[in-house]
């Protein structure tokens, strides 16, 4: 069976259809029911996790809250208290366009211009420094600088002193601390502008705004005014300057008109022009005669004369053929019951010769024709040719003289256009001169505020409130994220939403060394390799607990055993368990062989393939070559040799290993051939259960093939290693890659704080 026909099987039925002879394994349905639920479960139990953590640390949080509540009140009440004051303008519009004074003052506003752009620009005039000195004059704001005392003797012995202070310039200081509180807003989408000042002196605020607004609108007056002088005294230069460049315009007209000797009015044509249209147009259409005759003439000298269109349509040919086809069809009945002697034949015969030749005769005529109509049509395209060219000289000469009198005589009509357009102008700029118009009119002036604008003391102890909260949930958050790991049982199931298949406690807690690699010498058992061996010497209780093969170690192998075994019905099977973590280092090759070594204690035939191509290990664990494996099979090197021949004994009985092997082909070439269906096929025919080690999920892409392959996948994390980002990507890969995750392994875990470990003695009474 090929992977796509495993895959089809698969997603058909949701599970394998495989049985065991002898005893089942179990399936897990959790996995294969995986919905996008599942994964919001994750964040919540997230969510509620991190409330969890919040809640325990509530009087860190709280504590946080208060003091940072305290701060805001204290720097409330320390500042000095500041009034606000207001006052409402309204931004009119201004006729710019009033005595048509548009088209001639160089300083109004453009067509089209927005009412947003309006405001901004008045907002920027407000807040304007020239207007705000005024005002500051007007109310009398600005303070004598104080006296200098940086001149004595204690100036000259700092070195960081400047040689010659900068003198302060009290207006300057005045001006910029105005501009500081003032503000200008636009109120909503309208044209009303909100001028606020605050200062420490109410009357002063409210004086300050409503000056403000006066000196804009006094300012704005004064500025409309001299501009209208200018713009009138600026029309009268130019009204003088034009009518003495009318009056040259006119004579320079004059002049050239008799030099050239031309008598021109507005809407004539002079009959050059008619006549060089005349001849464009009889060009153009000898032209296209001329083309058409050409292609008739070379298609009529390289094409069978019969197929031309001129033969075909000849009235005389026509009758010619009929008669030929009749004179012909005579004959062959006359030769039927007559010699070719017969003077009826020789007659009948004579008239189609006399007639071949009179068609030929035709045919001939009819391409004479056809030449002399191509010559005829050249002929008259080339006269043509040569008038047009000779108009066009007339034209153009003529042209040159006719374009500069134009010229002339237009710059002396816009000349005389704008002289009397002046004369206009000048007149109204006269009339608004004497209108004083302003944009700004006060709506609501500003009064004296009851009460301070700021600081505003619940608002400082609000955002101390809110500072502390942030503050503390960040502390216990981030002392939380310091250990993102999976640390104690049944996290991982409550993250992941899957069966915690096992605890595998940590190998130094209790003494003993899963296997991990070949033992030396002086360390080498004399019988098989058992599930797991002691690096230190045993006597009393510990002899005996070792050697009936308790202790936490076997036993918690054993619960992960049982657990695959309980995880599914009574009849569907899973007989290829994939075995991978989602990153390295986390114990997946050490979980393979000692799994390997529990299922082979209950009587079952277990294999272990070592499918992590990258950093094969299970041949260095239990000491076998590794020349020839798995990869040799999927390449196809050793031939039809049955994979079994390749299959090496570990020394613990019913447990046996397929190396990885070694070859040169692709590895993504070899994972997705159809080799490794039937491979995994024959194996399945000769043991009851195999462990497949593969490379990590997240970082390897040949375990997630090797995955769709097998019948179910477990997951090996490692308590105080695995990240629960981590261990989240890998059950959210699993379950994009439709593969039936059965549950995790918890590997490495220190049990020394809990109950369950004491069960076992750790020494003798």
């Known amino acids: 069976m090929t992977n796509f026909e495993i895959e089809r099987t698969r997603n058909s039925r949701g599970v394998p259809e495989r049985r065991v002879q002898e005893g089942y394994l179990g399936d897990s349905n959790q996995g294969w029911n995986h919905t996008p639920q599942q994964d919001q479960s994750v964040e919540e139990v997230e969510l509620v996790r991190l409330l969890r953590i919040a809640w325990a640390r509530r009087f860190v949080i709280l504590a946080a809250c208060l003091v940072c509540a305290a701060i805001g009140l204290f720097v409330a009440m320390k500042q000095t208290p500041i009034y606000q004051s207001s006052a409402t303008v309204e931004l009119l519009g201004i006729n710019e366009n009033f005595m048509n004074m548009r088209d001639v003052d160089p300083n109004t506003k453009t067509l089209g211009s927005s009412t947003a752009a309006q405001v901004q620009t008045e907002i920027q005039l407000l807040r304007s420094r020239a207007l705000v000195d005024r005002v500051v004059q007007k109310l009398g704001m600005v303070r004598p600088a104080p006296a200098d005392h940086g001149t004595g003797f204690l100036s000259h012995l700092n070195p960081f002193a400047s040689p010659r202070p900068q003198k302060i310039d009290p207006t300057k200081s005045a001006v910029d601390g105005a501009l500081a509180n003032l503000r200008i807003e636009q109120i909503g989408d309208s044209n009303m502008l909100r001028i606020t000042y605050d200062d420490s002196d109410p009357e002063r605020a409210a004086n300050f705004v409503n000056m403000i607004a006066k000196q804009a609108i006094q300012l704005n007056l004064e500025e409309r005014g001299n501009l209208n002088q200018r713009v009138g005294g600026w029309l009268s230069k130019q009204v003088e300057l034009l009518r003495n460049h009318m009056e040259q315009a006119e004579s320079e007209l004059q002049a050239y008109s008799r030099k050239a000797g031309l008598l021109y009015t507005d809407g004539t044509q002079n009959v050059a022009d008619t006549q060089l249209q005349q001849l464009e147009a009889e060009l153009a259409a000898a032209q296209g005669a001329r083309i058409q005759s050409e292609s008739q003439y070379t298609l009529a000298k390289g094409a069978d004369p019969d197929t031309l269109p001129q033969v075909l349509d000849n009235g005389p040919l026509k009758s010619y053929q009929g008669k030929l086809v009749e004179l012909e069809r005579q004959k062959a009945e ?147 994220q310091k250990d993102r790991t999976i640390q104690q049982p049944g996290h991982s199931a409550l993250l992941l939403d899957i069966t915690e298949l096992g605890v595998i406690p940590s190998a130094k807690a209790s003494g003993a060394k899963l296997l991990s690699g070949p033992p030396k010498p002086e360390q080498a058992p004399a019988g098989p390799k058992s599930l797991l061996t002691m690096n230190r010497k045993t006597t009393g209780l510990e002899s005996a607990v070792a050697a009936s093969g308790h202790s936490l170690f076997t036993d918690s192998f054993r619960g992960v055993v049982n657990s695959i075994l309980f995880s599914g019905g009574e009849h569907v099977a899973m007989r290829t368990l994939l075995v991978s973590s989602p990153n390295e280092g986390e114990g997946k090759t050490t979980s393979v062989c000692n799994l390997g070594a529990a299922f082979a204690e209950i009587g079952r035939r277990v294999l272990l393939i070592d499918a992590d191509f990258r950093k094969p290990r299970l041949h260095d664990v239990f000491s076998v070559p590794n020349d020839r494996g798995l990869l040799n099979l999927l390449s196809g090197d050793e031939g039809s040799l049955d994979p079994l021949d390749l299959v090496r004994e570990t020394g613990t009985e019913r447990l046996s290993i397929l190396p990885a092997g070694m070859t040169s082909h692709p590895l993504s070439t070899l994972i997705h051939s159809e080799r490794l269906g039937t491979l995994l096929n024959r194996l399945r025919s000769q043991y009851d259960l195999i462990l497949i080690d593969s490379a990590p999920l997240l970082l390897v892409p040949e375990s997630r093939v090797l995955a769709r392959s097998a019948d179910a996948l477990v997951l090996v994390l490692r308590a105080g290693v695995t990240t629960v980002d981590v261990a989240v990507a890998a059950r959210r890969r699993a379950t994009e890659d439709h593969v039936p995750l059965i549950g995790t392994i918890l590997n490495d875990w220190k049990p020394e704080t809990t109950g369950y470990y004491g069960y076992y003695p750790k020494k003798r009474a």
């Open 334 to 480: 006359l030769e039927a019951t007559m010699t070719p002697e017969n003077p009826k034949v020789k007659k009948v015969a004579a008239q189609i010769t006399q007639l071949q030749k009179t068609i030929a005769r035709e045919r001939k005529d009819v391409l004479t024709r056809i030449g002399n109509e191509y010559n005829t049509a050249k002929k008259r395209e080339a006269l043509l040719t040569a008038a047009y060219q000779k108009q066009t000289g007339v034209v153009s000469d003529q042209a040159q003289k006719a374009i500069h009198y134009n010229t002339l005589k237009h710059e002396v009509d816009t000349t005389r256009e704008l002289y009397e357009a002046m004369l206009r102008r000048v007149n109204d700029a006269e009339v608004v001169s004497a209108i004083r118009a302003s944009d700004l009119r006060v709506v609501d002036a500003g009064s004296p505020a009851a009460a301070p604008h700021s600081p505003d003391k619940p608002l400082y102890t609000g955002i101390g409130l809110i500072s502390g909260l942030l503050i503390g949930l960040m502390f216990v958050f981030v002392q939380d």
